[in-house]
């Protein structure tokens, strides 16, 4: 139960004129009058984090004591605003206020990237299955511990995402994950998530902008390369929406957005016996985006071959890599290598 506080605070009594403006038929300058002291009553709830209010009027915690260098050093922005973090449990299905709310009796678990102040955490601790809260910033971490000591389905992982082996956290059980990530390691941690595809069935990420829109990008669009390729080819990418920047503290620099990735993506349509091979193949081929495959292939096949296979696939001898979807570069890398 919550508990209460009473704030009062004494106003002294004072003298003051009412003024009306001219032309509205009232007098103009009425006589002085007494207004008498004032005692203002004010909750606090005790139990609640203390708030601040957003230009929009959503509650907005204040609780971040972690030093600037600190948050600088890791790149962290913490989702402040209550709005989106509800927002955000309603898109990734673990509020009771989703459309379509995960089953009570789903046996996922979910991996938390980042778990800071816990700001997302009891939202996923409400699905009732089990959470882990990968952390690697030692200032949280009683916190989380102590989140720990109400909710038994929390487990609290010291250490570095990109270091952790999630198969083995997870314990058998197939994999949601949920992070809001970092601009500057972004790529790393999915390159990382993507060597675990065989066990996650959903990623859902808070991410920069622009780069969120190259994860979902389509061929033959400015944001379409090597990032969206390799998305693609391990995941169906969702740009589901954008958060503003002022939903964080402290504010990054640019917008962010909420993506959802969910596996298999066309890795599984596909018959590849070397995945790796594959996709060091995509990176040569947008090793230099403006310029045609027949060139960044050269180290891989000499022009004429790759011309060849370029007209097998319907393709212009002039064509680029960001032009071929998934399947297409897949296909090229087949022919070129049976050649």
């Not at 601009?183 to 902008?209: N, R």
Request: aromatic share 8%.
């Amino acid at each position: 139960m919550l508990q209460t506080k009473r704030l009062t605070v004494g106003v002294k009594p004072f003298r003051g004129n009412t003024y009306k403006k001219q032309g509205v038929g009232a007098q103009v300058g009425a006589p002085p009058f007494d207004v008498p002291a004032v005692t203002l009553h004010v909750q606090v709830f005790s139990s609640l984090p203390r708030y601040l209010l957003t230009s929009r009027g959503s509650p907005r915690v204040a609780c971040y004591t972690v030093s600037p260098m600190a948050r600088q050093r890791l790149g962290q922005h913490f989702l402040a605003d209550l709005h989106w973090r509800e927002e955000i449990a309603r898109a990734i299905r673990v509020s009771p206020h989703s459309t379509v709310p995960l089953p009570r009796d789903d046996q996922h678990c979910w991996i938390e990237i980042g778990s800071g102040h816990g700001e997302m955490t009891q939202h996923l601790l409400a699905a009732g299955t089990p959470v882990h809260a990968v952390e690697i910033d030692p200032a949280f971490l009683p916190g989380l511990r102590h989140l720990a000591k109400q909710f038994p389905n929390l487990a609290v992982v010291p250490g570095d995402i990109l270091e952790a082996d999630i198969a083995a956290i997870a314990s058998g059980r197939r994999l949601r994950i949920y992070g809001n990530l970092p601009y500057y390691i972004t790529s790393p941690i999915l390159h990382h998530l993507f060597t675990f595809a065989d066990f996650i069935d959903e990623i859902h990420i808070v991410i920069q902008t622009e780069v969120a829109r190259r994860l979902a990008a389509q061929p033959g669009t400015r944001d379409y390369g090597y990032l969206s390729v390799v998305t693609q080819f391990y995941t169906s990418p969702e740009f589901v929406f954008e958060i503003p920047r002022d939903a964080f503290e402290p504010p990054p620099e640019v917008a962010s957005a909420l993506v959802t990735l969910r596996l298999p993506g066309e890795r599984a349509k596909l018959s590849l016996s070397d995945a790796s091979r594959f996709l060091d193949f995509v990176k040569l081929c947008f090793s230099q985006k403006r310029k045609t495959l027949v060139n960044n292939l050269r180290s891989l096949a000499k022009p004429d071959s790759v011309r060849e296979a370029l007209a097998s696939l319907n393709l212009r001898p002039d064509a680029r890599a960001e032009q071929l979807p998934v399947a297409r570069l897949a296909a090229l890398q087949a022919h070129l290598a049976g050649s």
